[in-house]
């Protein structure tokens, strides 16, 4: 039976990724109906439509997983993000980004193996801001809950346990931050309790910062609030070979969305020249998500090769290839692996 998914291609490069993305879903022969809702973000407000749709909240509600391009979020101005609209209103309340050297990637770093545990729904995300015009004063609220904070660390050692890994290193400012970090902290230390398996420490996220850039290979899983997650896994995108290639997934009890890390790249949208990676392996994470995991480790498997090859790499990686060639050059590999 086919699976249905809600699929938001988004703007910029999203459109060119996610057709490409699906160019490699087809050729793995798995079959999905993609509810398709192009109508989001300024081009839904260009239509005199809210930024995010309600037909794509029910969409996502009814088919319970959406495959997501990047969507673009006016600066300082606007509307609120229909990204982190989507995380809230879904309360899919788990990033999970992980960030994993690939074979023939030249970076500076060996052997990075590790996984961001962003929480998604709260702290300095929560968009409680005020601004005093007569004092001229911002302030913003970062709030954090016992239950969200719960919720995010059970979620990490949940995940650490199934996948046979070894240690979670919460980052936090509770040193400074005393109430809302330091909240987060307690209950991470109560719920490392239940979990006496796997290894379990602290870092405070500045000095987190500069030993993932010196030490990256020691860590494993790094569950933290939204704020600190976000800026974390760009930082350790950046140590695997950049946003081309890392993908995540925003996981909730009900809903969850598939959405590579990197936005929308407006500096090379339309050119064809975005590298399809990261959605690709954003889609890697759903198929084991639905539970077709053949074609999740063939698309894998395939992905491996090419870069260990260096053959057919897009700009970003150091090659001549466009997204569209990428996509075809894998789609082969893919089908030759299923047989489909
Ligand atoms: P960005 O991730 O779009 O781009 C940063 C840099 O990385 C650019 O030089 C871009 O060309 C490059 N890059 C990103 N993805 C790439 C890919 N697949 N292949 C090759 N190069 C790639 O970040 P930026 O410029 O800060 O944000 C642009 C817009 O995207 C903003 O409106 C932002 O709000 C939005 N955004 C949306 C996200 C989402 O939909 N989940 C996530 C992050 C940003
Ligand atoms: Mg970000």
Sequence with gaps: M????????????????????????DAAGVDISWDRHRVIGQTAVERGRPALPPDVIDSIKSTGVALKGPITTPVGKGFTSVNVQLRQRLDLYANVRPCITLPGVETPFEDTDLIIFRENTEGLYSGIETYDERLEIADSIARITKRGSERIVRFCFEYAKEHGRERVTLAHKANILKKTSGLFLDIGREVAADYPEIDFDDAIIDALCMNLVMYPEEYDCIVSTNLFGDILSDLTAGLVGGLGITAGANIGNDHAIFEAVHGSAPDIAGQNAANPTALIQSAVMMLEHIGEVAAANAINQAVTEMYREEETLTADMGGEASTSEFAEALADRVSHHTGS
């Design 2 to 25: 086919a699976h249905s998914i809600t699929l938001l291609p988004g703007d910029g490069i999203g459109p060119e990724v996610t057709k490409a993305t699906r160019t490699v879903i």
